[in-house]
């Protein structure tokens, strides 16, 4: 796109949102391609909202319509406010809670979104040095044969330990997820569970199946699967004993070969599993086309055993059909346990065996189940 195309776009971003806000509003642009507005909100402004979202997302100009990406910060003017500089700050801080969400395309300024980036900033301050310090810490839940109710392997799941407190990873991961950090700890925990799967063959004489989760961020770099080809190369670790997690939403985004990678990570030897099937909309034909190993029922539908239990037995069905292994998760109940097995679920994994355990105390697990 040369500048002058550009500089046409950017006039008519600014003429379209004059035409739906109104000729009385103040519009400009405040650096690149960002646009402050003050406006009158005589309507409902989540319609308005709306309105600008569908309209400039597909701009027209000179009968070319341009595919746009849309992010709004709104802060509300009231009587008391006598510094437009603050004003405007806070309407960068709800643009900057809204930018990178595929979702919510506006966000209002309110002190809980105040709040929720200083506590993200604080994060961010932190993580790089949290890496290296080793306060990121893998966790690994049992996954247990339905049958018989041995050891099938485990989950392995990230805990991060700051000034001796634990942070939770719901407010850690979306960050890591669109700041892309993700990246850099995914390898960190692959490594780190390649490490414990050697030591337990050399300790136990086996190794579990460890599923790994994997971010949809990997997948648009081409090398990732060589990155984690040599780290198993560089512990010995087969492969075959190596599940990799990808969420069904990851599975289905049009952006991304995930056949291509999938048949990849299939002639390396890792396992394939989808994670929380049902939850998106991937299809049938879609599902037989992937060359996985396992379904994962998600925690939602398992809580729904005993009011609903149709979405579970509709998932373990295509799992027969397809001669794919089915791991329900999020299991608390012994009805749970029961139903899943009774219907021919392969794996449970959840509290009604284990929490998520540490190192240690999943090596204690091994030496009682085995």
């Known amino acids: 796109m040369d500048i002058r195309c550009g500089d046409e776009i950017l006039y008519a971003i600014g003429k379209k949102l004059l035409e739906i806000l109104g000729e009385n509003s103040l519009v400009s642009r405040y650096s690149n391609d960002y646009f402050g507005v003050i406006f009158n909100c005589e309507k409902n402004l989540y319609n308005i909202l709306h309105e600008v979202v569908k309209n400039i997302e597909k701009l027209r100009v000179n009968d070319v319509i341009y595919d746009l990406s849309v992010n709004i910060g709104i802060y509300k003017l009231n009587k008391d406010d006598d510094n437009i500089s603050v004003a405007i700050d806070k309407a960068i801080m709800a643009h900057s809670a809204s930018k990178g969400d595929v979702t919510d395309k506006y966000h209002i300024y309110d002190k809980e979104i105040e709040n929720k980036l200083v506590k993200e900033d604080n994060i961010e301050k932190n993580m790089e040095n949290a890496l290296l310090n080793g306060e990121f810490k893998v966790y690994y839940q049992p996954k247990i044969y339905a049958k018989d109710e041995k050891l099938y392997g485990a989950e392995a799941l990230v805990r991060w330990f700051h000034d001796g407190k634990m942070i939770s990873p719901g407010e850690f991961i979306p960050l890591f997820e669109k700041n892309r950090f993700i990246l850099k700890l995914d390898l960190y925990i692959f490594e780190q569970v390649c490490k414990d799967m050697k030591k337990w063959k050399i300790e136990f004489g086996f190794e579990p199946i460890v599923s790994v989760n994997i971010s949809r961020q990997h997948f648009i770099d081409k090398d990732f699967l060589e990155k984690y080809l040599l780290i198993i190369s560089k512990y010995g670790v087969n492969p075959n004993n190596i599940d990799l997690e990808i969420t069904e939403s990851a599975a289905i985004d049009e952006g991304i070969d995930i056949i291509n990678i999938m048949e990849r990570s299939k002639k ?69 346990k029961e139903y899943l097995k009774s219907k021919g679920c392969d794996i449970i994994q959840g509290y009604y065996y284990s929490k998520p355990l540490s190192q240690k105390e999943f090596e204690e697990y091994m030496k009682n189940k085995n």
């Open 268 to 336: 390396i030897g890792f396992l394939i599993s989808i994670d929380d099937f049902g939850t998106g909309y991937s299809s049938l034909s879609m599902l037989q086309d992937m060359p996985i190993d396992i379904l994962k029922i998600d925690k939602s539908f398992v809580d729904k055993i005993n009011a609903n239990n149709s979405l579970v037995d509709y998932i373990i069905n295509i799992s027969k059909g397809l001669k794919l292994v089915t791991i329900a998760e999020g299991v608390e109940t012994e009805e749970q």
